[in-house]
């Protein structure tokens, strides 16, 4: 059993920047994809980035290319890295993880979550 812990979420201003962080609580992260989704008020959980076991190969929602960024550490922690955030980025965030080799953007791909951690970002 793999337990997920997302933190880093806050307040933040239009056009500031967080970094999220999701970590294992019992076992490493070491042969797992890890994807963040994110889920406003009223909406369906949505896709947000996705990197594989090895760090190799990443993949972003259009919404966030260019101003999101995943990456893993050699602790196997692995960061969101969130930049000019949006008011429309405002969301609970959930890191997911599963024992798979590829990149996964469904949620019903993944097989552990956190418990979310709150982003809100101000007009």
């Known amino acids: 059993q793999v337990q997920v812990v997302e933190s880093g979420g806050g307040l933040v201003q239009a056009g500031g920047s967080l970094r999220l962080s999701c970590a294992a609580s019992?076992?490493?992260?070491?042969?797992?994809?890890i994807g963040w989704f994110r889920q406003a008020p009223g909406k369906e959980r949505e896709f947000v980035a996705a990197?594989?076991?090895?760090?190799?190969?990443t993949d972003y929602a259009d919404s966030v290319k260019g101003r999101f960024s995943i990456s893993r550490d050699a602790k196997n922690t692995v960061y969101l890295q969130m930049n000019s955030l949006k008011p429309e980025d405002t969301a609970v965030y959930y890191c997911?993880?599963?024992?798979?080799?590829?990149?996964?953007?469904?949620?019903?791909?993944?097989?552990?979550w956190g418990q979310g951690t709150q982003v809100t970002v101000s007009s």
């Open positions: 019992r076992r490493t992260f070491s042969s797992y994809a």
């Open positions: 997911g993880a599963t024992d798979g080799s590829y990149l996964y953007i469904k949620s019903y791909e993944y097989d552990y």
């Open positions: 990197i594989t076991w090895s760090g190799g190969a």
